[in-house]
């Protein structure tokens, strides 16, 4: 009954910036959490970022502190990413994920739901 939907995808050059959002539909988000998770072709989904629903507590995947910022609107169930001086290895399909009993998300066995995915390139 949950559903994810991605956007904000698309071509940058490295250095620049996108933000990614995420729409949750189905029902109204109390006790969750929403991260994020990235696949290149080739290798495995990992994590990047993740947000509770209470308190607002933050989690980054190494690679992207200090350049991803995750925040939500829980009013409007949204969550983004904003992502600054994005490198090259930063490509890769981004989908939005959650977690249904507030389970911060950072590993696939905690996902509850997946969005769709959106395409995010950078170029050097």
């Known amino acids: 009954q949950v559903q994810l939907v991605e956007s904000g995808g698309g071509l940058v050059q490295a250095g620049g910036s996108l933000r990614l959002t995420c729409i949750a539909s189905?029902?109204?988000?109390?006790?969750?959490?929403m991260g994020w998770f990235r696949q290149a072709p080739g290798k495995e989904r990992e994590f990047v970022a993740t947000i509770t629903w209470n308190v607002g507590s933050t989690y980054y995947a190494d690679a992207v502190k200090g350049r991803f910022t995750i925040s939500r609107n829980n009013a409007k169930n949204t969550v983004y990413l904003q992502m600054n001086n994005l490198k090259p290895e930063d490509t890769a399909v981004y989908y939005c994920a959650a977690n249904l009993g507030g389970t911060r998300v950072n590993a696939i066995t905690v996902v509850d739901v997946w969005g769709q995915g959106t395409q995010v390139t950078v170029s050097s």
């Open positions: 189905g029902r109204t988000f109390t006790n969750d959490a």
